[in-house]
């Protein structure tokens, strides 16, 4: 999305994620330059929402559900391409801000926003503010251990693997089978 300072949404690109680390940057740079076309002026500065364990530095540890994505600089390689500030933060904390911020005026300054699709993923705000913790695993739930389908202590993620949820050699969960599941 291409935000106007009061929020308005200007323009809005989506192109597929493709496979590969190499790829994933410039398939973001290129989506901010088609933004900014589309716009017809200037980006001041881009934000990235992405899904996986990224440091403060901007660097995208690791993003299980993106086959081929390991380790990827992504704030040092768009800033240097496309010569702007980029804040690079995993999805799930972007969205809890969206929710701190969408509250018809009442503030939430505490909570645990949990999402559930193709991946696990979990944020918690305490007073207003996204803790992150100091490698950013605060809110990596999927790695919780949790009580197994057959009493054994196991990742949250794995159950949806022990229950056939999951999509083959991946730790991407399978939402369809899930909604057909419940």
Known sequence: LCLAVDGTVLVEERLPTPRGAANLTDTV??????????????????????????????????APNLIGVTEMPIRETLTARLGVPVTVDNDVNWAARAERDATDGQQLDDFAYLHLGEGLGCAVVNDGLV????????????????HGPDGLA????????????RHRASTAIDVPALLAAV
């Not at 949250?156 to 022990?162: H, K, M, Q, Y």
């Open 29 to 62: 740079a290129a989506v901010v330059e088609a933004l900014a076309k589309n716009a017809g002026g200037h980006i001041a500065a881009v934000g990235v929402g992405a899904p996986g364990l990224v440091d403060r530095s901007g660097v995208l540890r690791a």
């Open 131 to 146: 803790r992150r913790g100091h490698t950013g695993l605060v809110g990596e739930i999927a790695h919780v251990l949790t």
């Open 154 to 165: 196991i990742p949250l993620i794995d159950v949806f693997g022990a229950l056939r949820l």
